[in-house]
């Protein structure tokens, strides 16, 4: 059972940036695509980006160019860094280890002046 643990979240203005962190409790990377989906209040939950065990990276249209998505296999722990902050991104966000089918209990992103 992979337990995940986010981080990294917090309020920034627009035009700002932050990373988040997701460390996982076992060696997941060797074997699990792992992904960043967000949830924004009324909305459902939506896929942000991915990032497979051969460092083969996707986006989201809504952030293509702003954000990347990165992992570090010996530390257990994959990353998003967020630039360019638009109030739009505001949304708690989920790591999830695609393998495993296991979430984190999310971060919370609030991109506000």
């Known amino acids: 059972q992979a337990q995940l643990v986010e981080s990294g979240g917090g309020l920034v203005q627009p035009g700002g940036s932050l990373r988040l962190s997701c460390k996982a409790s076992v060696n997941v990377f060797s074997i699990s695509t792992m992904e960043w989906y967000r949830q924004a209040p009324g909305k459902q939950r939506e896929l942000v980006a991915t990032?497979?065990?051969?460092?083969?990276?996707d986006y989201a249209d809504s952030v293509k160019g702003r954000f990347t998505i990165s992992r570090d296999n010996v530390d257990n722990t994959v990353y998003l860094q967020m630039n360019s902050l638009k109030p739009e991104d505001t949304a708690v966000y989920y790591c999830?280890?695609?393998?495993?089918?296991?979430w984190g209990q999310g971060t919370q992103v609030t991109v506000s002046s």
């Open positions: 990032i497979t065990t051969s460092r083969r990276t």
């Open positions: 999830y280890a695609r393998y495993f089918s296991a």
